[in-house]
């Protein structure tokens, strides 16, 4: 196992301890998959390649089935630890299987917008699914071993492994075929984008999360310091009256 | 002249143009995102104004924003301290959106849309929901009513419309909010506050108000102008936990997300805290209105805010109100702020008459673009199929021409079933994933032939023609069609008049005399946790998702496979 993969296993253990964020990530990812599955049927329609879509179309059952799968093992361990019925906001959304879309392009669901395929070409769409797919594979890996007591669990992560792993493998034949039809720098050029979209969101996101981290800290200290003396003055203050004339000639040019 | 109006960084933000005094396109950013009530800056929005109105941004006069940001963060600064040192963790929480865009709402605009800073203007917040409720109104005078959660200071405000100007008189400051009372309680209940007041609003219709004198109680009442009691409540300084433990001691344990709703059987608690609310709130609304109208003893009321979306609400104040004549603008909140925004600049700078009130549909068109599995049928074929399919029971998505502007689709992104079937309000909203049984369906019915199914409210057709009141059911509805008749007695109808919308009217008259009756259930084409559907890609996607049985986009037809 990678040293990466060593530090996501760490990271990733207290989801398997506590049963009921166990049960949260599994329908999580069932959702993800489900959707995937959809999106996958939307971009099938408009993919011209009639062997690139057969794959496609058996990938998206492919998803079809893995949410079903998720979903049937989250039941049983709901069932188990008598945690009620499912509910749309629970499940946990710190799964991200997102298959390195872009924020704009998805709705709520996390559903491909329509039109993603055609915007970006069934060269920049399955290299950006090459990507995701490996990261799925390596996500899944990681969290069959951290099931390795729970046979169940893990049963259900190394079935959909299987599929993730021809996943990959597709997705790698039509990039090749491409590149050996004299496509080759689009090809690489692609999966680049695909890698460095899925690097600098990652990259992005831990600078939004640092940043802000940091200056809820500053804040918090500022509060306690500089504005203390003006916040027990102020707590101490009278009211203003809740009623008041409105302004009679409200400019529309200042911002106050 | 080319006004440009935005709503954004609060709840559902939006775009409007207005040329020459006429809005001639308007959408909500979350159309596009597709996530509810975006607040987001609406660029796309705008971009989509910008397009359906031909011009580019270099060619607009003035870009007006519907709130004023400094104003507002003093607002929110003052409080923090005046809540010290109960605020500290809201505080950098707070400051950190506001540091982060909410402050620079000039630069964005001036970033965004690369115009000159000289055109951009401000107005205050409840200046421009006033002006989407009078100068979109049909009135040429009238009293002004606005009720929101928060503006700038001001929550609500009397004022006056009088041919193009709005003048605001009075105003109710915060944290003195009725909106944000509603949004507590809507949280206590465990719903989302600020999106789901209507779901309170709906399990209010099963309960009885047997916690309204605890509720009066916090509700103060000075001459009209209500007035909150602050311990129960922490949303002066804490946006994300509205309401503190003295309303837990006073109505008992909070419900969470998840748990059970007690809306049914021997325990109703969470019915009648519902019901309790929505007593107090249509009291403490009749108490302003009168206090307005002795302000400005006017016929005419427009009223607009959150709480303008509130049906039952709108119902009494039509029925025991001081005012003969009520007028909802379609979008009366956030969104449609943008459009009041734009229109009160615009009639500050020019003379002459007001447009006549826009339509609700200022959206994008559906697209000519065709996806895979449609089957083109003739313009004249449409009205049969759909019609033969409502007859069979079927659940029936259509989707047509300009997406509405405001909280639901009027009939051009629609659900529809046949009002006769037990099962179908229940039905539909499953096809979408919309689980709740509390929430009541529309039913459409032609403005003609509505006496003959409703006692109706008088003076109330713009309202009902956009489905913003309620209405009660008569004896001969409730023989027909039990289903769409909430707990209460009341129903939720649109009425659809034929020179406004002939399609549906005509679908709907057709209906009635093969079915007997012309009723139709109608929903929002918006799958649960999306938005209503934009264009026929969505809606395509939409209707794969969802359990419906078929879906009309123009001349289209997609069938379950």
Redesign the interface.
């Known amino acids: 196992m990678k040293i990466s993969q060593r530090l996501a296993c760490f990271r990733n253990r207290s989801v398997w301890t506590d049963p009921v964020r166990r049960v949260r990530t599994l329908e999580s990812f069932a959702e993800t998959e489900a959707d995937g599955g959809?999106d996958l049927?939307?971009a099938a329609?408009r993919i011209s390649d009639p062997d690139l879509r057969v794959h496609i179309e058996h990938h998206a059952e492919d998803e079809v089935r893995h949410a079903r799968l998720f979903r049937e093992r989250a039941a049983e361990l709901r069932a188990d630890i008598d945690l009620?019925s499912v509910?749309?906001?629970?499940s946990d959304s710190s799964y991200d299987l997102s298959r390195g879309r872009k924020g704009?392009d998805?709705?709520?669901?996390g559903?491909f917008?329509?039109?993603l395929c055609d915007e970006l070409g069934e060269v920049a769409y399955v290299a950006m699914l090459h990507v995701a797919e490996q990261r799925a594979r390596d996500l899944f890996e990681m969290h069959s071993h951290l099931n390795r007591h729970d046979e169940k669990t893990k049963a259900v992560f190394d079935e959909i492994l299987k599929d993730e792993k021809y996943h990959v493998s597709y997705t790698r034949k039509f990039l090749d075929k491409w590149s050996q039809g004299g496509r080759e720098v689009e090809v690489k050029g692609a999966l680049k984008d695909a890698r460095s979209s899925r690097f600098m969101g990652a990259w992005k996101r831990l600078g939004i999360r640092s940043g802000?981290g940091f200056?809820?800290?500053v804040?918090?200290v500022l509060?306690?310091t500089l504005?203390?003396p003006?916040?027990?003055i102020?707590?101490r203050?009278k009211?203003?009256?809740?009623?008041?004339?409105?302004?009679?000639k409200?400019s529309?040019?200042?911002?106050? | 002249m080319r006004v440009l109006g935005i709503s954004a960084f609060h709840r559902d933000a939006a775009a409007a143009l207005i040329v020459d005094g006429e809005v001639v396109a308007a959408a909500q950013e979350e159309r596009y995102?597709?996530?509810?009530l975006d607040p987001a800056f609406p660029k796309r929005a705008i971009g989509y104004c910008l397009e359906a109105g031909g011009i580019e941004s270099a060619e607009l006069d003035r870009v007006?924003f519907y709130e004023?940001?400094?104003?507002k963060f003093?607002r929110v600064l003052?409080l923090h301290?005046?809540?010290?040192?109960r605020?500290?963790?809201s505080?950098?929480?707070t400051?950190?959106l506001w540091?982060g865009d909410r402050l620079w709402?000039?630069n964005r605009i001036l970033q965004e849309l690369g115009v000159d800073g000289g055109i951009v203007?401000?107005?205050?917040h409840q200046?421009a929901v006033a002006a989407n409720a009078y100068l979109t109104s049909p009135f040429e005078q009238a009293a002004v009513l606005t009720i929101d959660d928060a503006g700038e200071w001001?929550t609500a405000?009397l004022?006056e419309g009088d041919g193009r100007s709005v003048?605001?008189?009075?105003?109710?400051?915060f944290p003195?909010s009725l909106g944000l009372l509603d949004s507590a309680v809507t949280q206590y209940l465990g719903f989302v506050p600020g999106q789901e007041e209507f779901k309170r609003e709906a399990l209010g219709a099963f309960g009885t108000p047997r916690y309204a004198d605890a509720l009066r109680g916090l509700v103060g009442d000075?001459d009209g102008?209500f007035?909150l009691e602050q311990e129960p409540f922490r949303f002066a300084y804490d946006s994300e936990r509205l309401y503190g433990p003295a309303l837990e001691e006073l109505l008992g344990p909070p419900r969470f997300?998840?748990d059970p709703l007690l809306h049914e059987g021997s325990d109703t608690r969470h019915a009648d805290v519902a019901a309790s609310l929505q007593v107090v709130l249509e009291e403490s609304v009749l108490k302003l209105a009168r206090a307005l109208h002795e302000q400005v003893p006017s016929t005419h009321l427009c009223f607009a805010g959150e709480l303008a979306t509130n049906r039952s609400l709108n119902a009494r104040l039509l029925d025991e109100g001081p005012f003969e004549h009520l007028w909802v603008p379609p979008s009366p909140s956030k969104a449609g702020a943008a459009i009041g925004a734009a229109l009160?600049?615009y009639h500050?700078e020019n003379e002459g008459r007001r447009a006549p009130s826009p339509p609700a549909a200022l959206g994008e068109s559906v697209d000519d673009r065709a996806?895979?599995?449609a089957q083109q049928l003739e313009a004249d074929a449409v009205p049969a199929q759909l019609l033969q399919r409502l007859e069979q029971g079927q659940l029936v998505a259509w989707v047509r021409g300009r997406m509405e502007f405001g909280p639901h689709s009027l009939g051009n992104r629609s659900l529809l079933a046949s009002a006769l079937d037990a099962q179908a309000p229940r039905n539909l909203y499953g096809a979408i994933?919309i689980g709740e049984p509390f929430l009541p369906c529309r039913v459409a019915i032609p403005a003609e032939r509505a006496a003959e199914y409703l006692d109706l409210p008088p003076s109330a057709n713009g309202l009902l023609t956009y489905g913003l009141v309620n209405a009660k059911a008569n004896d001969a509805l409730r023989e027909i069609a039990p289903a769409v008749i909430h707990a209460d007695g009341t129903v939720w109808p649109q009425l659809v008049d034929a020179s406004a919308d002939p399609e549906l009217h005509a679908l709907l008259t057709a209906f009635g005399e093969r079915a007997g009756h012309p009723l139709l259930v109608h929903a929002d084409f918006a799958?649960?946790?999306?938005?209503l559907v934009r264009n026929e890609?969505?809606a395509?996607?939409a209707f794969?998702?969802s359990n419906l049985d078929c879906l009309f986009v123009e001349t289209r037809l997609y069938e379950r496979s």
């Not at chain 1, 009211?239 to 009679?248: I, L």
């Open positions: 959809r049927l939307t329609r009620g509910r749309a906001e629970e704009v998805v709705d709520a669901h559903f917008s329509a039109s802000a200056s809820h800290v804040l918090y509060y306690w504005l203390l003006f916040g027990l102020s707590s203050s009211a203003r009256p809740h009623v008041q004339p409105a302004s009679a409200p529309t040019s200042s911002q106050y | 995102t597709r996530k509810p007006v004023k940001p400094l104003k003093e003052a301290m005046k809540a010290f040192p605020s500290a963790r505080f950098s929480r400051l950190f540091l709402v000039k203007h401000f107005t205050e200046l001001a405000t004022g003048k605001l008189k009075t105003e109710v400051l003195h000075q102008f007035s997300s998840g009160y600049v500050q996806e895979e599995g994933q799958p649960r946790g999306s938005t890609a969505d395509v996607n794969r998702r």
